[in-house]
């Protein structure tokens, strides 16, 4: 256990403040009578995630090295700074505009999608692949029990001791979470000084099928965790009852999607994986097109649930294939590429969830979602063979 806790913990970290960003304050604002389209600007922090890529190589070439480990140094004094901008966010009066509270989110996130490089080339980087599966158990499980502190403990501190006292314990934890990084092992191979890391034509070449399956992977899904919050929050969801069931989506349901990501990933194989978890998300959005217009909110409870289920399910098979895919002279680089990728669909993704909702309601953007879902099945199949036969790589 002890080997693996620094993953866990600067996972948690993670996903503390993507939860903390995108369920936390969403809730917290809603709560207070901000409408769904200027709620959907709160997406905008996700920017830096999309352009992550644009700086890896950079921030990799340059990277400060710390008890033997190349990229640790750099993780470390990125916590640090998210730290304190947090204790520098509590200081600002959320009765105020939104856009000074925007811009200190924007620069958070700056900072956590860096911090996300070394993180994930740390974690490549200390693990062969038989350990690989339980890093990524760690990355998905550490980012889903950040869930509980940026959503559950964040809206619960900011009911009772208000906005200040929120920002304040999540400052806290940060500092509190660099503890344990003093265990991670050392590097295991040299970094090839031979071939510096880049963003080329090169790399997206390399990676360009690869690339295309995580933009079609998530599309629908993407969408369906947008709505959770405020779907929720309209179909009669008490403000503080939402951090516990956000605290239940996050632990229980992730958690059991996390061992069923595990088991597929080892009785179906890196590949085969893939199409069944995607096979799940069509049919809860299609699930949730029927039942639009009739679920009332206990129905939605158990529908959200299953999102979850599937969300950690897909984020377990997705990772341990991407891990997988990267270039040995710059995992860095070409997994926060992928990364970016991801991200991208994501922004684009939430932002027009929450705009088609506001316009359009709720049961015709569901009926889209279902539609992608459902669209997407067919290129995703088709990339996974090109990607096996290209790679060399057989179904196990």
Known sequence: MRRYLPYWCYYLHQGMLTALMLQGVVAYFRHQGL???????LWLTFLPWVGKCLWAPWCERHCLGL???RYLGSLVILQLGMATILLMISALAPEHPLYPILIALLLLAVLSATHD???DAITIATCDS?????ANAAQVGGSYLGVVFGSLVFLYLAQHWGWRGGFMAMALLSFSLLLPLGWLPASREPFETNSPPRLDRRSIQALWPILCLVAVYYLAMRGLMTLQTVLLLDNGLDFSRLGLITTLFGTFASGLGI???SWMARRLGTWRCLMPSMLIHAGIALAAACGARIFDLQAWLVLFTAVNIAAATGFVTLYNLLMGQVRPHQPASDY???QST???VAMLASLATLQVAHYLGYPRLLLGLALIACVCLWPARKLCLKLQTGCGITAI
């Open 336 to 338: 926060a590429l992928l």
């Open 117 to 119: 490089i070394y993180a």
């Open 35 to 41: 409408d769904l389209a200027s709620l959907s600007l």
């Open 342 to 344: 991801d991200a991208a």
């Open 67 to 69: 008890r033997g480990n």
């Open 259 to 261: 061992l069923l990501g």
């Open 130 to 134: 038989h350990e690989r599966p339980f």
